[in-house]
């Protein structure tokens, strides 16, 4: 049998496994190295593994996966994109000055219709159609991924036309996610707020990686029934056109406080409403948040002690964080040193 024959039937098999099509399918063999490329040596002989798609790499892994934080809101204009990018940072910049080796954190805009993250870096290509045409391979992802020295971190960038959208699915950014967790320690997602997108339902809420979700809102009445509306959505059972997400793993995070108002009273309303835990509030610095169009912008937030304080108890309260973090944000000094933006 030659090696396209075989090929074709090793997908064909994977195909009917795991309901990929055939691209898809494709893809995620060659990513494992389970079938060759065209020009590559020999793939290895998949009856000598005990394979399963989500599986393969995890065994090839020498240090733990890294952690998966996604931030999203019920509606537009929350600030998940600025608040997303600013937790990425706090996360790099806070590790950079200890003893012990710094985080390598990645922020992936899953906002493949109208990603936000490429109008803060400056940058708008490559982005993340080049995976897609080329493979999720390690050497990939580093030509692809653009690092951001403002806020230490690397950015992963949306397609930057709409309706490339089409072209990627739930399966592709699930692959690409397990190839990201033996990379980076900390992937930071920001989703978009379609209750529609099977992306945003499917990877940055579930798909076995997510290990918590931060919700955002601001705390005023119209922003907390719109909250109610996305917990029934995203928490109600599949069987009645919900998401099956368990609320153990979503938490709130107040943002945009303005001075006088009173978390403790938002907080009783959203725990005894929807039973969910307040895990910070986010000051409302106007001057700051005004000139934060850019990663310059949400460098200058991460100098405010106010901010520092709120981020730090948000990852010092959730189950995302690991042993590594607690000694970066124990070493983190009063004033954090951030640099240049990078491609």
């Excluded at 992802?141 to 230490?152: A, K, M, P, Q, S």
């Excluded at 918590?212 to 009445?221: G, Q, W, Y």
Aim: glycine content about 8%; overall charge positive; charged content about 25%.
């Amino acid at each position: 049998m030659t090696s396209n024959r075989k090929n074709k039937r090793i997908i064909r098999d994977h195909m009917e496994k795991t309901g990929l099509n055939f691209l898809e399918a494709k893809l995620q063999l060659e990513t494992s190295g389970l079938i060759s490329k065209p020009g590559e040596p020999k793939a290895v002989d998949v009856s000598d593994l005990n394979w399963h798609p989500r599986r393969t790499e995890q065994r090839t892994l020498a240090k733990p996966l890294g952690k998966v934080i996604t931030v999203t809101s019920s509606k537009g204009g929350a600030g998940k994109t600025s608040i997303a990018l600013t937790l990425a940072g706090y996360i790099a910049l806070s590790s950079k000055s200890g003893p012990h080796r710094p985080l390598k954190v990645l922020a992936l805009d899953l906002d493949v219709r109208d990603g936000q993250i490429g109008f803060f870096t400056g940058f708008w290509k490559p982005t993340v159609m080049k995976l897609l045409r080329f493979g999720i391979s390690e050497k990939q992802i580093e030509d692809t991924v653009i690092h951001d020295g403002n806020l230490g971190v690397d950015v992963l960038l949306a397609p930057r036309r709409p309706r490339s959208a089409d072209e990627l699915s739930p399966e592709f950014y699930g692959e690409l996610l397990d190839r990201l967790r033996g990379i980076y320690d900390y992937i930071i997602l920001d989703t978009s707020v379609s209750y529609t997108d099977s992306i945003r339902s499917q990877v940055g809420y579930g798909y076995g990686t997510v290990d918590k979700i931060l919700v955002l809102t601001d705390p005023v009445n119209t922003s907390l029934f719109g909250l109610s509306r996305w917990i029934q959505e995203v928490t109600g059972p599949l069987d009645q056109g919900g998401l099956g997400v368990s609320k153990s793993r979503i938490s709130v995070v107040l943002n945009r406080v303005l001075p006088g108002t009173d978390p403790e009273r938002s907080s009783k309303v959203v725990n005894s409403a929807m039973e969910l835990p307040i895990v910070g509030s986010i000051p409302h610095k106007s001057e700051l948040f005004h000139r934060a169009a850019d990663t310059e912008g949400l460098a200058r937030l991460l100098g405010d002690p106010e901010i520092r304080a709120a981020l730090k108890r948000i990852l010092l309260s959730e189950s995302a964080r690991s042993s590594s973090l607690l000694r970066a944000l124990s070493a983190a000094p009063e004033v954090l040193t951030t640099g240049r933006r990078s491609a």
